[in-house]
C-alpha cells in the first residue's frame, strides 16, 4: 500500500509558471542518473533514472518518436514530487541513442522488434535488478506499441500495471482509407527495397523543421510546446525529423501483431484525446473491447478536446490526465 506522506500526482507549475520554474527544472534534471548500454547489435541506448529515497512505485517511461527523455522534466519533476521513481529511455534512432543512418533527422528503424528488443535489455539488466518498488509503465503513442508488444512477448514481465497516453495502436491515415494508404506503404517500402533504398523519406515527409505553435497537433499549450521546441533548438543532436517508408511498414507490421496477440493478463489504461489526428482512437477501443471480452481489466478514459500529447496539453486538459493517473495507481495500491 502507499505510504501516508505521499501527495496525489499532480502539476507542480501552471503554464504561467513554466517559464520561471524551467531553472528548477533544470536543476533538478541534472540531478538524475544519466547513463547508457549497447543493445543486442551494439546500438548505443541512452536511459536517465529519477531515483526515488522512499518510492511508492517505479515508472517505467516509454516516450513516443521524435521525443527525448529531456523533453519530459516537467512531468519527471511531477511524478518524483509525488513519491515516485522515474526511469525514461531514448529509443534507437532518437534523442541521445544511436542513429542508425547518416542522415540524423530520419525517423527509421530495421525491425520495430529492435525497439522492443532494446526494452527488454534495460529492463533486464538495469532497471529490474535495482528495483526497490512495484514496476509502472506508462508509454505515449509510439512507446506504448513499444511497452506493450513487450508485454505481450513476455509472460514473466516485473509490471504491476500499464497505462498507454494516445496508444499508437492504430496510425491516422486520412485522408486515405486505410486499405489505401497500408497498399500504398508497402508498395513505396518494396520499390524503395529493389533500388536499394530503403531508407528514403516517405513521401511527403522531411528533416527536422522548427513549426509554429499556430496549427501544430500535438497540443494547446503554448507554453509547453514553445519549451519543446526552444530544447529542440538548444540541443540540436535532439532533432528528428519525419519517417521512413520502412518504418511506416514496420510499424503497421508491429501494430496488426499487436491488435492480434492474446489479451494481457495485467491492469491496463488507454488514455485518448479526443482531437487526435496523429493516432486512430477506434484501434483504442478495439483494443480495449478485446480484452474485456475476455475478462481482462483494461479501462479507456478519454480526455475531451486533447490533441495528441495529453503529456503536454494546456492545464485544464493536463490535470484530467493527473486526476485519471491517480485513481488507477491507487486501484493498483500503489
Partial sequence: MSAPSHKPLSASFTEQQLVLALPALQQFWQQGQHQ????????????????HPKPRAEIVLSPGRIEACQKYQEFCFDLYQAGFTVHLIDHRGQGLSDRINADRHLGDVADFQHYVQDFALWLEQHIVPKQQAPLLGLAHSMGSAILCRYLQQHSEHAFSGAVYCSPMFGIQSKPLPKIIATSLVRLITTLNNLCGRQSRYFPGQKPYLDKPFTGN?????????????????????????????RWLQQSLKAITALQQAPALVLPQLIVQATEDPVVDNQMQQLYQQKHLQQGEACELVKIQG???EIIFESDPLRNQLFTTLNRFVLQLGL
Avoid at 551494439?42 to 529519477?50: A, E, L, M, V
Fill in 36 to 51: 547508457s548500454f549497447f543493445s543486442f547489435d551494439q546500438t548505443r541506448i541512452c536511459y536517465s533514472s529519477f531515483r
Fill in 217 to 245: 497537433h500535438l497540443t494547446h499549450s503554448l507554453v509547453r510546446y514553445q519549451q519543446f521546441r526552444q530544447l529542440y533548438q538548444t540541443q540540436a543532436e535532439l532533432q528528428l525529423g519525419g519517417v521512413s517508408s
Fill in 306 to 308: 486533447a490533441l495528441h
